[in-house]
């Protein structure tokens, strides 16, 4: 072990040795807290109301802001999907992380799921993994897609339930053996289901620590369609809007509505004040399927979108919640990227975590900043 690596243990050692413990109300003993972690993609910096949206309703995830922290400064891990969330996984920056771009490249590199399983955590990934093949991956459950190409589609005729196809009523056009492409029959809205999952496990996993990744693909634009996928328009039906900039709004306004539903869970299980949830993006918003990223003026103040390495490609969206924990209403100017959010959740975890943790991580624990120390 080097110098680096050994002030790096040692930094996270002190910020968990400072949090304090917490005991649980259906449990004799104390345990380290639950982490769940929502990963949008697309989402730009601009898309919440929190940050500065005006058209686009997102109470649910603006209350995550004021019962916790935003951050104004924080970075993705790349311009597009995989290396971003290879570098918030693995705790490397772009320059180690073993994927460099959406070629289908199967991660092989052990992850914050390897290190918290070995904590003690149960483990699960919903929605988009996007990675290769879950086998190995250290989840306990995975409901989702394990292909880029599948999850541009939110209503496929199958998902993945662990390492097995699952059918779902969806009936695309054209038969397509990696479930892209248009639905003719659209019935199962996979956000809607996920979350159904998600939600479910939550439920049987409550008496041990958890990490839960949810990974929703909304905004993402079905590509192969040329549209982006929602059951309906909602509130914004009436607007006076080009189409897909109403079908963009109804996503993100149900994407809300599924954190307001995980809230709910949460707090009728007790598990609120033991839980901390990170909310963040991938990478910066897209002008696929006709968007056009000004007019919901999605990147905020910032130049540039997905794909750019300028400030709109790459800032994203970050909100820390923890009640008790992490102080509400607050705002914080921190710099810092999704490879530093392995060695915060490890920190948070405690020292069982630590103990596990990989060799050679790039990334630092900003739990200090969460905490107000």
């Not at 049987?204 to 909304?218: G, M, S, V």
């Not at 630092?364 to 969460?370: E, F, G, I, W, Y």
Request: hydrophobic share 40%; aromatic share 8%.
């Amino acid at each position: 072990m080097n110098r680096r690596d050994f002030l790096r243990l040692v930094s996270l050692a002190a910020a968990s040795a400072a949090l304090p413990k917490i005991t649980f109300a259906d449990a004799p003993s104390t345990r380290s807290p639950n982490i769940i972690l929502i990963l949008t993609d697309d989402l730009g910096y601009g898309d919440l109301g929190c940050y500065g949206q005006k058209r686009i309703q997102t109470p649910h995830i603006d209350r995550l802001a004021a019962e916790g922290m935003r951050f104004t400064d924080a970075y993705a891990g790349s311009t597009v999907c995989a290396p971003s969330r290879c570098c918030l996984l693995t705790g490397k920056h772009t320059g180690r992380a073993q994927i460099r771009g959406n070629s289908r490249v199967v991660l092989t590199e052990k992850t914050i799921v390897h290190t918290l399983k070995k904590a003690g955590y149960a483990t699960a990934c919903v929605g988009k993994w996007g990675m290769g093949p879950v086998a190995g991956q250290g989840l306990d459950f995975f409901w989702g897609y394990i292909d880029h190409g599948h999850a541009h589609n939110a209503f496929p005729p199958f998902i993945w339930r662990n390492d097995k196809k699952e059918p779902l009523r969806n009936v695309l056009a054209k038969p397509s053996k990696n479930g892209t492409g248009k639905a003719v029959q659209a019935l199962d809205f996979v956000p809607d289901l996920g979350t159904d999952e998600a939600l479910k496990w939550i439920e049987q996993e409550r008496a041990k620590p958890f990490f839960l990744q949810l990974n929703y693909t909304i905004p993402h634009a079905n590509n192969e369609a040329k549209t982006i996928d929602v059951p309906d328009l909602g509130r914004y039906a009436d607007k006076d809007w080009p189409a897909e900039e109403k079908r963009k709004a109804a996503a993100i306004t149900c994407l809300d509505s599924y954190v307001g539903r995980l809230l709910e869970k949460l707090k009728e299980l007790s598990l609120d004040r033991e839980t901390v949830i990170f909310f963040t993006s991938d990478n910066g918003p897209h002008k696929e399927a006709g968007i056009a990223p000004a007019f919901h003026n999605s990147s905020g103040p910032l130049r540039g979108i997905k794909r750019d390495l300028y400030e709109g490609g790459i800032r994203v969206p970050m909100i820390v919640r923890w009640p008790g924990q992490v102080p509400a209403g607050k705002v914080s100017a921190l710099p810092w990227a999704l490879w530093d959010f392995a060695s915060t959740a490890t920190a948070i975890a405690g020292p069982k975590a630590i103990a596990a943790l990989p060799d050679k991580l790039d990334g630092v624990s900003v739990l200090p900043t969460l905490t107000g120390e």
